[in-house]
C-alpha cells in the first residue's frame, strides 16, 4: 500500500510540476475546451443535418458564424460535431494502441523468442504505408467511424510496440533489474512494477504522436469516402462535400480544416513539449 | 563491400515476403465472408458467388495462397473486379504522373529541408532558428489536403500563378509538367520537409560539437567551408535515414494529393478503388507502395555505406 501512495504522490507532483509549464498547459487547456464544446455540442449548437434551402451557401454571418454549405447546413454546427469525431477516434486509437502496444513491447523487449517474430511482423506492417493500410482496411470493412478505428489501430500498434521495446532493452540491463529478479520477483511482477514504469515517458510522447496520427488519418478516410458515413458530420467528410464547390464557398472547408490543423498542431506541440520536459537531452532529436 | 552489400539485399528478402504475406491475410483475417464484404450489402447471391470465384474465395487458404503467390511471381497482380482489366495494365498507365509527383516532391523537400535545417543549425537559439522550427512543426501539423486547399485557394484562385487542377502528361513537354505538378509538390512535401529540416538541424548541431570542427576552423578555413566539407557529410546518415522513412508518408500523402487536385495517377487509383470496392486494385498497390518504400529504405541502407566506411563493417542499429 505504501508503494502505492508514493506512487501516488510522486505522480501528482509530476504532473504539478509538468502544468506548471506554459508549453504543457497551453496545449491541455485547448484540449480541455475541445473536448468539453466535443461533449457539450448537441446542446449547444442546432442540428448538423438541419437543411436550410432558403440559407444555402451563406458566406460567414453572425446569423452563421462559419456559412452555410449547399444545403443550408450551419457549418458551424457540422464542425462542431465533427470534433466529437476526430476527439473520439484520437482518443480511441490511443488507448488501444498502448494497450496493445505496450503489451506487445513489453514481451518483445524482455522475451527473446517472441522478440524475433514478433518484430518482423510489425516491420511488414510498418513496411505498408499508414495510410494504404488503413485504405486496404476500410475497402475490406466498408465505411463507419467503428470500422475506421480499427483500421487506424492496427497501423499504429507497431509504431507504439516498438518504441516501448527499446525502451525496455535498455532497461533489462539495468542493475535494479536484477537486484528485482535476485530478491525473487516474478516476471509478471518485474515487467508491469519495475519495467512499465520507466517506459511511461517515451510511452507518453509516441501516445500524443499516435494521438495526431489517427485524427489526420480519419480526417483523410472520411476524405476519401472511406471513413465517417456522409450522415455523420466528421471534419474529413465536410471538407469533402465542400470541395466541389470550394471556388464559391471556401468557407465549408476552412472552418473544419482549421479546426483540423489546430488540433494536431496543439497534439504534436504537446508531445515536444512532454518529450523537453522529461529528457532535455532528447530535445535535439525528433522523433 | 561486396559483402555489405550482398548481406543488406539478402535481408531485404523476408520482410518483402513478409509485406507479401500481410497484405494476401488482410482478406484472410477480415471477420465474416470477404466476398460478401466486397460486393456490398445490396449485392445478388449470384454477384457474391462470382467475387467470390474470382478471387479464389471458394478454395482452402493455403491454396489461394499458392495461386496468389504464383501470379505475384508472374508478375500478375490480379485483375479489376469492375473493369476486369489486368491491374498491371492500370498501374502502367497510370504510374507516370504518380512518379513525377513523387520524384518532385523528393527534390523540393530536399531541396529545401536540408539547407533550411542547416541555416537554424548554425544560429541555434537565434530568431532565425526559431522561425524554423516553429514553421517545421507547423508545417508537420497542417495535414495535406489542407494544405493544398490553401494554396490552390491563394496561388490558383486569387493570384492565378499556377493551375489549380489536372495534370499535364512529359509528352506535352516536361515544362508543362512541372508546372501542372508544381503546386500538388509544394502541398504534398510540406510535412517531409518539416521531418527533414528538424533532422538536419539536430544532425548538424551535434556534428558541430566535434574537435575536428574547431580543427578544422582553427587552421582557418572558412565558416562556409567547414560547414559544406566537414559538417553536413558527416551530418548524413540521420537526414538520408529520414528521407527514406519519409517516402512511407509520401507515398500515403500521394493518394489524397492526386484526388485534390485531380491527378491521373496511383493515388486516386486507390482513392477510387476504395469507394468501387474494387479490392483487387487495393491489394495491388498496397503491395506495390509497401515495396517501394522498402526498396528505398535498403538504398537508404546501402548509401550508409557510401558515407561513413565504418558502416560497412559495423551498422548503426540506432535508428
Not at chain 1, 171 to 180: D, M, N, S
Not at chain 2, 256 to 263: A, L, M, P, R, S
Request: glycine letters at 8%; proline letters at 6%.
Amino acid at each position: 500500500m505504501t508503494d502505492a501512495t508514493a506512487d501516488t504522490g510522486r505522480a501528482a507532483s509530476a504532473l504539478q510540476q509538468a502544468l506548471a509549464r506554459p508549453r504543457i498547459l497551453v496545449p491541455v487547456l485547448i484540449l480541455v475546451a475541445a473536448t468539453v464544446l466535443a461533449l457539450l455540442a448537441p446542446a449547444l449548437i442546432g442540428n448538423p443535418s438541419g437543411i436550410n434551402p432558403m440559407a444555402r451557401l451563406q458566406a460567414p454571418s453572425l446569423a452563421n458564424l462559419f456559412g452555410t454549405d449547399q444545403f443550408g447546413r450551419s457549418v458551424a454546427a457540422r464542425t462542431l460535431h465533427g470534433t466529437r469525431i476526430s476527439l473520439l477516434v484520437g482518443a480511441s486509437v490511443t488507448v488501444a494502441a498502448l494497450l496493445i502496444g505496450v503489451t506487445l513491447g513489453l514481451l518483445s523487449g524482455f522475451v527473446a523468442r517472441v522478440d524475433a517474430v514478433l518484430m518482423r511482423i510489425m516491420d511488414a506492417i510498418m513496411s505498408i504505408p499508414t495510410i494504404l493500410l488503413a485504405i486496404a482496411l476500410m475497402a475490406l470493412f466498408g465505411a463507419g467511424v467503428f470500422n475506421a478505428i480499427i483500421a487506424i489501430i492496427i497501423p499504429e500498434v507497431p509504431r507504439m510496440a516498438r518504441v516501448v521495446r527499446g525502451v525496455t532493452l535498455s532497461i533489462r540491463e539495468r542493475p535494479y533489474i536484477e537486484a528485482a529478479i535476485t530478491n525473487g520477483a516474478r516476471p509478471l511482477r518485474l515487467l508491469f512494477r519495475h519495467v512499465m514504469p520507466m517506459t511511461a515517458g517515451p510511452m507518453l510522447v509516441q501516445a500524443t504522436y499516435v494521438f495526431s496520427a489517427a485524427v489526420i488519418t480519419e480526417a483523410i478516410l472520411s476524405f476519401l469516402g472511406a471513413g465517417a458515413p456522409p450522415d455523420v458530420p466528421s471534419w474529413g467528410n465536410i471538407i469533402s462535400e465542400g470541395r466541389t464547390l470550394f471556388q464559391i464557398a471556401p468557407w465549408v472547408v476552412i472552418a473544419p480544416g482549421v479546426c483540423l490543423s489546430i488540433l494536431v498542431l496543439t497534439v504534436n506541440s504537446l508531445g515536444d513539449a512532454i518529450r523537453d520536459q522529461l529528457d532535455p537531452k532528447l530535445r535535439r532529436e525528433t522523433r | 563491400m561486396i559483402g555489405y552489400l550482398v548481406r543488406r539485399i539478402f535481408a531485404v528478402i523476408p520482410v518483402l515476403l513478409l509485406v507479401a504475406v500481410a497484405v494476401f491475410s488482410l482478406l484472410q483475417l477480415t471477420p465474416g465472408d470477404p466476398a460478401q464484404l466486397i460486393a456490398g450489402d445490396t449485392a445478388t447471391p449470384e454477384q457474391i458467388q462470382a467475387i467470390r470465384e474470382k478471387l479464389h474465395l471458394d478454395q482452402p487458404p493455403l491454396v489461394q495462397a499458392m495461386a496468389w503467390g504464383s501470379a505475384l511471381a508472374h508478375g500478375d497482380l490480379g485483375t479489376s473486379l469492375l473493369s476486369g482489366v489486368p491491374v498491371t495494365t492500370l498501374i502502367a498507365q497510370r504510374i507516370e504522373p504518380t512518379l513525377m509527383l513523387a520524384l518532385l516532391t523528393i527534390i523540393l523537400a530536399v531541396c529545401v529541408g536540408v539547407p533550411l535545417g542547416t541555416f537554424a543549425a548554425t544560429r541555434v537559439g537565434s530568431l532565425i532558428d526559431r522561425l524554423v522550427m516553429l514553421l517545421s512543426v507547423m508545417a508537420f501539423s497542417v495535414p495535406v489536403f489542407i494544405l493544398a486547399y490553401g494554396l490552390v485557394y491563394f496561388i490558383s484562385l486569387k493570384l492565378h500563378w499556377l493551375p489549380a487542377q489536372g495534370y499535364k502528361p512529359l509528352s506535352a513537354g516536361l515544362g508543362a509538367t512541372l508546372n501542372s505538378l508544381m503546386l500538388p509538390a509544394v502541398a504534398l512535401c510540406g510535412v517531409y520537409m518539416a521531418q527533414i529540416a528538424r533532422v538536419t538541424r539536430a544532425a548538424v548541431i551535434e556534428v558541430l560539437t566535434e574537435d575536428f570542427i574547431r580543427t578544422a576552423r582553427a587552421k582557418g578555413l572558412s565558416r562556409l567551408y567547414v560547414l559544406i566539407v566537414h559538417a553536413l557529410p558527416n551530418a548524413a546518415i540521420p537526414i538520408v535515414t529520414i528521407i527514406g522513412f519519409g517516402v512511407g508518408g509520401l507515398l500515403g500523402g500521394v493518394v489524397v494529393t492526386e484526388t485534390v487536385f485531380n491527378i491521373p495517377g496511383l493515388g486516386q487509383l486507390a482513392a477510387s478503388a476504395i469507394l468501387q470496392r474494387d479490392y483487387p486494385i487495393i491489394q495491388a498497390l498496397t503491395l506495390l507502395f509497401a515495396v517501394v518504400y522498402v526498396l528505398v529504405n535498403l538504398l537508404v541502407d546501402l548509401s550508409y555505406g557510401l558515407f561513413d566506411p565504418r558502416v560497412r563493417v559495423w551498422k548503426a542499429v540506432n535508428r
